[in-house]
């Protein structure tokens, strides 16, 4: 018997409950949500499958898991706000805003190089436990310590776990606030979405657990020369998905890894980035600082991903050759596992995909491929 798919949509965009349903049946997906906005209004809500392995309790609208890196694009979006009121300048020295940082050749790195995993610091020297993850002074101290891999600001190298640090102690510099604190109080808040950088214990009971796949034995790494930039990034700190089952993980503050959401609030959060700063009769951005993230900043090979990416500010963009959506002004970003948001400026929409059961690969996971799919059949519909 088919599972059944909870929430509404679109006539349009039915498709996408069946793909998702189907998903399930199929065991590809065992918890699923996805969600997208046009014109900040939510025309695809939709979530089912289960939380827990032994499929006994369902996926219910509340529910929340861990999105790893989707959680950048809110860190992204923290950054933007402070440039937009005039607080903070990509362009600038890191070092400006974290005087510590100018350690060891780092004087003239720039804040669009932490945007867009050009700084050179996408691993650590200094071995790192995975409670160390959650001790934020020990990282940031770290990270200001060390000398980059690379010169910074030639190439993109994939900031796994430490980008969010990095923005993160910017912020905070700023702000005074941690980046959840600032995020929950300038953006979730406003917007009225359910996404954490830092859980609440409150919401525990309503996180469902990550499932890895069995053959990763729930680590994140990658094959290759042991001195390469790509395996040192993956190699410390090292990233287990099992992690994100703690209490102390979900409680700490690691904005490039452990936000927590479902596809409704991250779909609602980036509506605002997709109708040039405004959603919901919240503006928070400039339709100026809205439209810069689609400026490309760097391209080309990125030296961890070993994949071509072309980032605007943080994001990355759309990439013609393989298309996320027909329109040109698109950026996204996804978590390992499997969820994604899509930010279509032209169509004025956003889509996300967030799930608990995680996808092998890092990157083309073929579940949101398809749901992307449907969702611009019914938009061109």
């Given at each position: 018997m088919s599972v059944e798919i909870q929430g509404?949509?679109?006539?349009?965009?039915?498709?996408?409950?069946?793909?998702?349903?189907?998903?399930?049946d199929a065991g590809d997906d065992l918890g699923v949500s996805f969600a997208a906005t046009i014109d900040g209004e939510l025309v695809v809500d939709l979530w089912g499958g289960?939380?827990?392995?032994?499929?006994?309790?369902?996926?219910?609208?509340?529910t929340i898991t861990n999105v790893y890196s989707t959680t950048k694009t809110m860190s992204f979006l923290c950054a933007l706000v402070l440039a937009d009121r005039g607080e903070l300048d990509f362009d600038a020295p890191v070092a400006r805003y974290w005087p510590e940082f100018a350690q060891n050749g780092k004087a003239d790195v720039k804040v669009w190089h932490?945007?867009?995993?050009?700084?050179?610091?996408?691993?650590?020297?200094?071995?790192?436990?995975?409670?160390?993850?959650?001790d934020w002074d020990k990282i940031t101290g770290l990270l200001a310590a060390q000398k980059p891999w690379w010169e910074p600001g030639s190439a993109s190298g994939y900031h796994a776990l430490t980008q969010g640090f990095l923005i993160g102690e910017v912020v905070r510099r700023i702000t005074g606030q941690t980046l959840g604190t600032f995020f929950q109080q300038e953006i979730a808040g406003p917007l009225q979405a359910d996404f954490f950088i830092g859980v609440p214990d409150s919401e525990f009971p309503r996180i469902s657990n990550l499932v890895p796949p069995a053959a990763a034995g729930g680590n994140l790494a990658v094959p290759g020369d042991p001195n390469s930039i790509?395996?040192?990034?993956?190699?410390?700190?090292?990233a287990n998905a099992l992690d994100s089952r703690t209490d102390a993980w979900r409680r700490a503050e690691i904005p490039a890894a452990n936000g927590h959401g479902n596809?409704?609030?991250?779909?609602?959060?980036?509506?605002?980035?997709?109708?040039?700063?405004?959603?919901?009769?919240?503006?928070?951005?400039?339709?100026?600082?809205?439209?810069?993230?689609?400026?490309?900043?760097?391209?080309g090979m990125d030296l961890v991903l070993g994949t071509p990416i072309a980032y605007g500010l943080g994001f990355g963009l759309n990439n013609p050759r393989a298309p996320l959506a027909p329109n040109p002004n698109v950026c996204y970003w996804g978590g390992w596992g499997g969820s994604v948001i899509?930010?279509?400026?032209?169509?004025?929409?956003?889509?996300?995909?967030?799930?608990?059961?995680?996808?092998?690969?890092?990157?083309?996971?073929?579940?949101?491929?398809?749901?992307?799919?449907?969702?611009?059949?019914?938009?061109?519909?």
């Amino acid at each position: 018997m088919s599972v059944e798919i909870q929430g509404h949509c679109d006539p349009r965009f039915a498709p996408i409950r069946t793909l998702l349903a189907s998903s399930v049946d199929a065991g590809d997906d065992l918890g699923v949500s996805f969600a997208a906005t046009i014109d900040g209004e939510l025309v695809v809500d939709l979530w089912g499958g289960y939380k827990d392995e032994a499929k006994q309790v369902p996926w219910e609208t509340d529910t929340i898991t861990n999105v790893y890196s989707t959680t950048k694009t809110m860190s992204f979006l923290c950054a933007l706000v402070l440039a937009d009121r005039g607080e903070l300048d990509f362009d600038a020295p890191v070092a400006r805003y974290w005087p510590e940082f100018a350690q060891n050749g780092k004087a003239d790195v720039k804040v669009w190089h932490l945007m867009n995993h050009a700084a050179g610091l996408s691993g650590l020297d200094t071995p790192v436990t995975n409670a160390d993850l959650c001790d934020w002074d020990k990282i940031t101290g770290l990270l200001a310590a060390q000398k980059p891999w690379w010169e910074p600001g030639s190439a993109s190298g994939y900031h796994a776990l430490t980008q969010g640090f990095l923005i993160g102690e910017v912020v905070r510099r700023i702000t005074g606030q941690t980046l959840g604190t600032f995020f929950q109080q300038e953006i979730a808040g406003p917007l009225q979405a359910d996404f954490f950088i830092g859980v609440p214990d409150s919401e525990f009971p309503r996180i469902s657990n990550l499932v890895p796949p069995a053959a990763a034995g729930g680590n994140l790494a990658v094959p290759g020369d042991p001195n390469s930039i790509a395996v040192r990034t993956f190699r410390n700190p090292v990233a287990n998905a099992l992690d994100s089952r703690t209490d102390a993980w979900r409680r700490a503050e690691i904005p490039a890894a452990n936000g927590h959401g479902n596809a409704r609030s991250v779909a609602k959060i980036q509506a605002m980035l997709a109708c040039g700063g405004e959603s919901q009769g919240v503006r928070l951005l400039s339709e100026e600082t809205a439209a810069s993230v689609m400026r490309e900043r760097i391209s080309g090979m990125d030296l961890v991903l070993g994949t071509p990416i072309a980032y605007g500010l943080g994001f990355g963009l759309n990439n013609p050759r393989a298309p996320l959506a027909p329109n040109p002004n698109v950026c996204y970003w996804g978590g390992w596992g499997g969820s994604v948001i899509v930010i279509d400026q032209d169509a004025r929409s956003s889509c996300a995909f967030v799930m608990n059961k995680m996808y092998q690969g890092l990157m083309g996971d073929p579940r949101s491929g398809a749901l992307l799919q449907a969702f611009y059949a019914g938009l061109a519909s």
